[in-house]
């Protein structure tokens, strides 16, 4: 029998995505699609890449819209999820792609994000050691950020064989669609069109904590983190450029070594060959996640670099390989590695 999903938040561009991947998902009905200021507005309207789901109406997000389905997927901006989720049974699997239950310290929640902590859930980062028992047969999922997701995956295998030190140094650049759809001035065309820019500088970026919370759960003892994100002209992807100082008797083999032995059996995660980097375009609407690593000998720093699409790996693609894990279906059912170029 189909699993009957879902989707709050079906007119932004993390509901569209989840959409774009449950069309292709063959264990997957698609039921109830909600919004806020669209409810009553035809998909087709707002997601015209969503051919088939074009006739579609928008309800209002309401507990008795969201009854009767085997899973939810909530795609509404932080904060929201938690009072939408409480409504929901016990049996339906929700998995949350906002931030609301992603953070273990309560404090790390307040501070970064300025309201009462809501929970924590299984977070939905497969690849991460430990992560795939708490999904499993679990009716609730935490869905990653996407810098955490592109950050975690370049550096984990060097945190997990202990070859770094415990300060990161992060530079990650991001597509616009990572700031969602409604409309701020700094992403006015006019803004971003042949332009990069930092933001978030200085240790003030939310997903800070969630990626020290990652590192420092591998790594055994507290990481570091200096994180700065960047804004670049392209709709979707992100670039993640990490480094960290590397251990004493670190070498350029033992640093492959252990890359190659965290990823051998992944199947999203793609090690490229030596000499290879990661780019966004070839992660494009895929699940697929490049990695590459070096070691600079010179500065006695291990270099790590991660490609992955915002939309995709970074928040739709994670929530249903989550999902698949949930259910006990075959983890990467209805998801494809396969990217769109140039
Ligand atoms: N964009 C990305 O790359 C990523 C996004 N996420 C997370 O996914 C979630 C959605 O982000 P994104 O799709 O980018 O954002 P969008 O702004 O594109 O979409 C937000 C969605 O939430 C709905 N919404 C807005 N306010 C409310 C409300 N008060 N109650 C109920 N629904 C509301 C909107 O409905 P309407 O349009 O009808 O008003 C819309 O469907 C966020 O928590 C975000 O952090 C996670 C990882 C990556
Ligand atoms: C470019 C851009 O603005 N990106 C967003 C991150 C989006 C994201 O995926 O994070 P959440 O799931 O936590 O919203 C930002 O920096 O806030």
Same mark, same amino acid.
């Given at each position: 029998m189909a699993v009957r999903a879902a989707v709050a938040g079906a007119s932004g561009y993390a509901g569209g995505e989840v959409l774009r991947l449950l069309l292709a998902h063959p264990e997957v009905e698609i039921g109830a699609l909600t919004g806020n200021s669209n409810a009553g507005q035809r998909l087709g309207a707002l997601q015209p890449h969503l051919l088939p789901l074009a006739g579609r109406v928008l309800a209002e997000t309401t507990p008795e819209a969201l009854a009767g389905h085997d899973v939810v997927f909530l795609a509404l901006p932080h904060g929201q999820s938690a009072a939408v989720a409480e409504q929901l049974g016990p049996d339906v699997l929700v998995i949350d792609m906002g931030a609301d239950f992603r953070l273990k310290d309560p404090a790390d929640w307040e501070r970064f994000y300025g309201s009462?902590?809501? $929970?924590?859930?299984? &977070?939905?980062?497969?690849?991460?050691? $430990?992560? =795939?028992?708490?999904?499993?047969?679990?009716? =609730? *999922?935490?869905? %990653?950020?996407? &810098? %955490?997701?592109?950050?975690?995956?370049?550096?984990f295998p060097a945190y997990a064989a202990g070859l770094v030190g415990p300060e990161a140094v992060i530079v990650a650049a991001s597509g616009t669609s990572g700031a969602g759809k409604a409309p701020k001035p700094h992403l006015l065309g006019s803004e971003v069109m042949g332009s990069m820019s930092p933001y978030g500088v200085g240790g003030g970026?939310?997903?800070t904590p969630e990626m020290i919370q990652n590192l420092s759960a591998v790594a055994g003892?507290?990481? =570091? *983190?200096?994180?700065?994100?960047?804004? !670049? /002209?392209?709709? =979707?992807?992100?670039?993640?450029?990490?480094? !960290?100082?590397a251990a004493a008797g670190v070498t350029a083999d033992s640093v492959r070594a252990a890359y190659e032995k965290a990823y051998a059996d992944? /199947?999203?995660?793609?090690?490229?060959?030596?000499?290879?980097? /990661?780019?966004? !375009?070839?992660?494009?609407?895929?699940?697929?996640?490049? *990695?590459?690593?070096? &070691?600079?000998a010179a500065v006695g720093r291990v270099i790590a670099i991660s490609a992955i699409d915002n939309l995709t790996k970074g928040t739709a693609g994670g929530a249903v390989q989550s999902m698949n894990i949930a259910l006990g279906l075959p983890e990467t059912t209805g998801l494809s590695t396969i990217g769109v170029a140039p």
């Open positions: 009462p902590h809501a $929970g924590t859930w299984p &977070y939905g980062l497969p690849e991460l050691p $430990g992560a =795939r028992a708490a999904l499993e047969g679990s009716k =609730r *999922v935490a869905v %990653p950020g996407c &810098y %955490p997701t592109a950050v975690s995956l370049a550096l970026h939310r997903h003892e507290p990481v =570091r *983190v200096s994180f700065t994100p960047t804004l !670049a /002209p392209m709709p =979707r992807g992100i670039l993640a450029t990490c480094s !960290a100082s992944e /199947p999203f995660v793609h090690l490229l060959p030596e000499g290879q980097w /990661p780019a966004t !375009a070839s992660v494009h609407g895929s699940n697929a996640v490049q *990695v590459q690593v070096a &070691y600079d």
